[in-house]
């Protein structure tokens, strides 16, 4: 199975700083996502990556960035949180672009 | 999401017995995946399919391209079932996630 890790687990934030979500894998699978899951509802599309720095904007990419150097390692950055970006963040992974995908455990962030 | 209508979005089942859960697709789909995710927020892989029907001990599920659906049956529901069950659908050069549908098995 492939194994996708994510740092930290929980992070807790204040409106304004800075924050840096890290997502890797140990299969060199190309591509990646970044989603956010917010309560009772499905998951939302915010970056997705084919390979190094080769990324494409999802459906909410507005308030984040994302930076791709090893094919190992996705990042997801917020310059000043926002309240509103209060969230489960996942990262994804597949077998090939647009295949299987397969999520890591999240990451919890509050925004205070 | 718009492309992915699934369906019930709650349902309760006592230990032991069974249902369906169900993905429409409003657009022709490649592919589509089934997810739960437990209680403790992990979304778990259950079923990956370009066509054709899938069965891994108590759950079956069958993808429909022609007729744009996908159903996920659940039988002798355990309480372990219990989370919430999302399809993705692969279109081609998307994937479309639906709204969930939030499962209780009770004793």
């Known amino acids: 199975d492939m194994k996708v890790t994510q740092m930290p687990r929980y992070l807790i934030k204040r409106m304004g700083e800075n924050v840096l979500l890290e997502c890797g894998q140990d299969m060199s699978h190309e591509t990646m996502y970044w989603y956010r899951q917010d309560p009772g509802l499905g998951l939302q599309l915010i970056y997705i990556s084919y390979d190094v720095d080769s990324n494409s904007e999802g459906d909410i990419p507005k308030g984040y960035r994302v930076s791709r150097k090893k094919r190992e390692h996705f990042s997801l950055i917020l310059d000043s949180a926002k309240t509103n970006q209060t969230s489960v963040y996942f990262c994804?992974?597949?077998?090939?672009?647009?295949?299987?995908?397969?999520f890591g455990p999240g990451t919890r962030l509050t925004v205070l | 999401g718009d492309q992915v209508e699934q369906s019930p979005s709650a349902l309760s089942l006592h230990e032991g017995t069974g249902s369906a859960l169900r993905c429409n697709f409003t657009?022709?789909?490649?592919?589509v995946q089934w997810f739960q995710q437990n209680s403790r927020g992990s979304l778990i892989n259950l079923f990956y399919l370009a066509s054709g029907t899938k069965e891994n001990g108590r759950l079956k599920s069958t993808f429909n391209s022609k007729e744009s659906y996908s159903t996920l049956h659940i039988r002798d529901a355990q309480l372990e079932d219990s989370g919430t069950y999302f399809c993705a659908a692969e279109a081609e050069n998307r994937i479309f996630f639906g709204d969930g549908t939030q499962l209780v098995v009770k004793p």
């Open positions: 657009t022709t789909m490649r592919a």
């Open positions: 994804a992974i597949d077998r090939g672009r647009h295949a299987e995908q397969f």
